[in-house]
């Protein structure tokens, strides 16, 4: 199975910080991540796609880069329904895999 | 905007067979794309159990594919997952999903299965 490793697990941010989460790939991926938010409680929504694309709907502050095996998600301008946990996950092989998740807390 | 909502028992016996039911409403599940389920642990990660084609291909997670049944119901929009002989460890929120090309684009609320005697 392929792993993927997020970090960090947690970080503690402002409103209006810009945060970078990072997502590494036990081997090659190419561009198939994606990146998910999880409020508490509630269903994932998907927030990018093949690595850098945005889902329909998202907000603009929302980005994603990468390729191969070294990914990042970066939220600009934090908000406050930005506090959640989020998870990368590779679609490259079967089976489907998730990072373990960065829980975006309020500082 | 597609919608899913799952069903089922919210409380399994070990050993015991785990089912659940994925109602599909604005889009027909004959129209393409893959159906898939996914689970979460309590205070742990997303877990990948496998997804469906309308026509019935199907793909599992090999470390459940022994347990692991997916099925359709194109006449009800609907979609299914069966797992049997579980444990404590299968209890988990699960979730169904659309998979749009190479993620899951729409999912469902989610719903917490226990497995307790």
């Known amino acids: 199975d392929i792993q993927m490793t997020q970090s960090p697990s947690s970080l503690s941010a402002s409103v209006g910080d810009t945060v970078t989460i990072a997502c590494r790939a036990s081997q090659t991926i190419y561009t198939y991540l994606n990146w998910y938010q999880k409020p508490p409680g509630k269903a994932p929504k998907l927030l990018i796609y093949?690595?850098?694309s945005l889902q329909s709907g998202v907000p603009s502050r929302f980005s994603g880069s990468g390729s191969g095996t070294e990914f990042t998600l970066t939220i600009s301008s934090l908000q406050l329904e930005d506090f959640a946990t989020y998870y990368c996950q590779q679609s490259h092989d079967i089976p489907w895999t998730f990072g373990q998740g960065t829980k975006v807390e309020m500082k | 905007q597609v919608q899913l909502q799952e069903s089922g028992p919210g409380l399994v016996k070990p050993s015991g067979t785990l089912s659940l039911t994925c109602a599909v409403s604005g889009y027909s599940i004959t129209s393409g794309h893959f159906w898939g389920w996914i689970r979460q642990p309590p205070g742990k990660g997303l877990e990948w159990i496998g997804s469906?084609?309308?026509?019935?291909?199907?793909y599992y997670n090999p470390s459940l594919k022994s347990r692991v049944t997916i099925s359709v119901n194109t006449s009800k929009n609907q979609f299914y997952l069966r797992l049997t002989s579980v444990t404590a460890s299968d209890t988990a929120v699960y979730y169904c999903?659309?998979?749009?090309?190479?993620?899951?684009?729409?999912w469902g609320q989610g719903t917490l299965v226990s497995v307790s005697s």
């Open positions: 999903a659309n998979r749009v090309g190479y993620h899951f684009d729409f």
């Open positions: 469906i084609f309308h026509d019935g291909l199907t």
């Open positions: 093949a690595a850098s």
